[in-house]
Structures are given as structure tokens and as C-alpha cells.
């Protein structure tokens, strides 16, 4: 069995507890357990996959996932919380903006 509490991110299957695949529907996006017939909410807009996706994907979608008990996914006892540097936002300290660099120039004096 896998040790990778990261595939845990967005919760797992109450019954099984395996965290499952999702499906978009447009920007929205739905965890699925096939096994167990679950779903529960992955957030809105986060993946781009949807982007590359169309109208009939997401209507099948969709119907699938009315078939589908939503649920309150399951987590496990310890949070894993990914220490990803690229999560960071980079913000150099140099990054100074030179707002008066224009200021003060006068160009009438072409003459
Ligand atoms: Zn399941």
C-alpha cells in the first residue's frame, strides 16, 4: 500500500480511503471513488486540465456524478502538507519600483 500521504491532498474515499481521480466540470472539479460511488468536492478552477476539455466531456461528466453519493472525503489523521519551494512566491527584495524616474523631465526645451 502506498505511504504517500500526498495522493491525500484533496481527501480520500470515506469507505475506502484510497483518494480516487476526478472529473471537471468546466472549472469545477470532483473527486470520484468508482468503487464505492462517492464524490465530494475538489475546489473550483484549480487544474487546467478542464481548458482542454469540451462541453460533451463535461455533460458526461455531469451525469455521472448524479449518480453519486456526495460525501465528506476522508483524511488522514495527519495532514501531510507538501514543502514544495515553487509554492513559495518569489518576490526579489531589490524589486524596487523607480517611480520618480520620469518625473521632473522637461521636455519643451527642444529649441
Ligand atoms: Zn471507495
Redesign the pocket.
Known sequence: MSSNTSDFYFGA?P??R?P?HYLNVRKAIWFV?D??K?RWSGGYGLFSSWYSENEEIWERNQKLLATYDECEPYYPDEPYYPDDPECEPDYPDDHVLDEDADQGEDFDTVD
Open positions: 474515499c469507505e475506502c484510497k480516487g471513488c468503487e464505492h462517492k
